[in-house]
């Protein structure tokens, strides 16, 4: 499961050393010296009792801006607070708020939105410490990354791995690639800081939502802004633009984006036939995500 991190340095740390200290070092969790480092960092500025409070209270004063990015964060908007924007090192630092069924904001937003009821893995490592309030409860899998295409439906090997709740003054790893869980609303309104590793492959590397009892693939994560232009570029563009897809969609490294280049050219075709023409070619171009969701598609189309 998710490895459980044993600090014990009861010393507090102010957001600024925490800055400092982690842009001087880096932050590389495939090792353990670095892993260790920033998670020291971590637990020491989470034992500043007061600095999130008087942050937010200055934010709610309006006495300072807003972060830059701070509804940013993988779409969840009002629910996470950018603490540390990318670029002062290769991480970021947010505080994740998780409400409670009876908060407002869970009955505002609905736990979908909010993250919780839906198994997922992340396509980065990050390092979370329960701050505030109960901490919310996780049921943990694991799973091989690379066996897995991530075509909608394809049976994928999540072993359970146990339950935890990161508790006040706890500490966790969820290791990219690996880690799956499953997160349930906390008995009141919590708060995390998450320590989370940046890197600039980071963009095309997948992640996804499972059915944990099925154990299977439901949806895949990670799609960054290159594929949004292309589909934008051969809809509104002519002969270059739909030969720049039909060279992606047959020879493109990522897999993600032959895909995206395919979706592409069957959203300009002319009709139905022309578009199962597109999935048709498609199917044989190598790839194995690209070509179970061209058959999808085509089923779906039929």
């Given amino acids: 499961m998710a490895r459980m991190m044993t600090m014990r ?111 997922h893995d992340h396509n980065f490592d990050m390092l979370a410490l329960g701050y505030f309030g109960p901490g919310y409860a996780a049921d943990e899998f694991e799973y091989d990354y690379g066996a897995v295409v991530g075509y909608e439906g394809e049976p994928v090997a999540l072993r359970p791995a146990g339950r935890f709740v990161l508790a006040p003054g706890s500490m966790v790893h969820y290791r990219a690639h690996r880690d799956v869980h499953v997160q349930y609303p906390p008995a009141s309104l919590s708060v995390a800081l998450n320590l989370v590793h940046t890197q600039a492959v980071q963009g095309w590397m997948d992640s996804y939502d499972f059915d944990a009892a099925r154990g299977t693939v439901t949806r895949l994560h990670g799609h960054g802004p290159s594929e949004s232009f292309l589909r934008i570029a051969v809809a509104l563009g002519g002969e270059e633009a739909q030969d720049l897809a039909s060279r992606f969609g047959q020879s493109h490294p990522s897999d993600r984006m032959r895909l995206a280049a395919w979706e592409a050219l069957a959203g300009a075709a002319a009709g139905a036939e022309a578009r199962d023409a597109v999935w048709r070619e498609a199917e044989g171009c190598g790839s194995r995500l690209v070509a179970a969701e061209a058959l999808r598609r085509r089923g779906d189309d039929g």
Wanted: hydrophobic residues 45%; aromatic residues 10%.
């Fill in 9 to 119: 340095d009861p010393t507090s740390a102010s957001l600024a050393e925490f800055v400092d200290a982690l842009s001087s070092w880096g932050f590389d969790p495939r090792d353990d010296v670095s892993l260790s480092h920033a998670a020291n960092w971590l637990q020491r500025l989470g034992n500043d009792r007061t600095f999130l409070g008087d942050m937010l209270i200055d934010l709610i004063s309006g006495l300072a801006p807003v972060p830059d990015g701070a509804d940013a964060l993988e779409g969840i908007g009002a629910h996470s607070i950018m603490l540390v924007t990318p670029g002062q090192g290769n991480f970021f630092l947010n505080a994740r708020i998780w409400p409670a069924e009876q908060d407002a904001l869970y009955r505002a937003s609905g736990p979908e939105a909010l993250g919780y009821g839906q198994a």
